[in-house]
Every structure is written in C-alpha cells, then in structure tokens.
C-alpha cells in the first residue's frame, strides 16, 4: 500500500487535507505563512520538503512514555532559536544566554513533540529553528512554523513511528 508517488504507508504526508499516516488522513494546521520552499527564521511558514523523525520528548509528570525511544522534557529544557548562537536550533538547558523557547510549556502544546531533521544537526543560521510536529493551541489555529495536531491522533501516530520516519511537506 502507498500514499502517493513514492510515498511509504509509514511515511507522514502533508497534503491540502491534512497530514496522511497509516492509510488515515488526521485534521492538522501548519505555519501561518504556508507552506513555502525558502525559510527564514521568524517568519511562520512551515518549509517545503521531506525530513525525517529524529527525536520524540514527552512531558513526563503528564503523560506515560509514548513510545519507547521516546525522551522526557526536563524542566531546564530549552530550544535554542537565536541565529546568533553557537547551538542554534538544538536542545540547551537553562540557564541560557541566547533567544529560546521552553519546551517546558504551562500549557500542553509540548506534552508530546516529534522532533524533525529540519536545519538539523548542522543548522545554518538564520535558515529557521525547530520544525516539530506537536499538539494543535485549537482547530485552524496556525503555527509558527510547525505542524499541529489534535492530542489523540498525535499520540496515535506516536503509538507507530520510528526514528528515521519520513516527513513530505509538499
């Protein structure tokens, strides 16, 4: 069974309708700038291209373990989005000098974030920081960049990737 030219039955493909996994298309939002082929950090668009399932964090003291490769957000658990600094777009603990954003959220929007390869491991700065896949703010409400899903269908892919699953964002 495949999804579209060249596209897996475990593979995750962003079309018009939604993001397509496992034979099932799931409700999602993307950037509020679209989906677009040149990137720049800040400017809400989520980019055009096919990346791969590098990590998966999970709020610990909310939900249990998703996956077994899964990792726990600990509380100083920082992503660097400032193109000035030497670990732009990684993981970085607090305290920490540059612009960041805490994947330590008040709200849930990061109890359970699929990482990407996107500008990643070696980011070229300025390209844009931190393409997750993460829980949706409400439907229809954009992302900065990211791709976001309703909490049950992110935690039923969760159930089925892999590190090393493909992402299409065409």
């Known amino acids: 069974m495949t999804t579209g030219p060249g596209f897996g039955p475990h593979d995750l493909v962003l079309t018009p309708r939604g993001l397509r996994f496992g034979g099932v298309c799931f409700p999602c939002t993307i950037g509020?700038?679209?989906?677009?082929?040149?990137?720049?950090?800040?400017?809400?668009?989520?980019?055009?291209?096919?990346?791969?399932?590098?990590?998966?964090?999970?709020?610990?003291?909310?939900?249990?373990?998703p996956a077994p490769w899964a990792r726990p957000i600990g509380p100083?658990?920082?992503?660097?989005?400032?193109?000035?600094?030497?670990?732009?777009?990684?993981?970085?603990?607090?305290?920490?000098?540059?612009?960041?954003?805490?994947?330590?959220?008040?709200?849930?929007?990061?109890?359970?974030?699929?990482?990407?390869?996107?500008?990643?491991?070696?980011?070229?700065?300025g390209k844009g920081s931190a393409i997750f896949l993460h829980q949706q703010r409400r439907p229809g409400y954009p992302t900065e960049g990211c791709i976001a899903l309703r909490r049950r269908d992110l935690h039923r892919i969760a159930r089925a990737i892999v590190p090393g699953t493909r992402l299409f964002v065409r």
Do not use: C
């Open 32 to 65: 509020r700038g679209g989906v677009i082929g040149t990137k720049a950090e800040g400017d809400g668009a989520t980019p055009r291209g096919t990346y791969r399932i590098v990590g998966m964090l999970y709020r610990a003291d909310r939900i249990a373990p």
């Open 76 to 125: 100083r658990d920082l992503w660097s989005d400032d193109p000035e600094d030497p670990s732009y777009n990684h993981l970085v603990q607090s305290p920490h000098a540059f612009s960041h954003e805490a994947l330590r959220r008040a709200d849930p929007l990061y109890d359970l974030v699929f990482l990407t390869d996107w500008n990643w491991p070696d980011a070229v700065p």
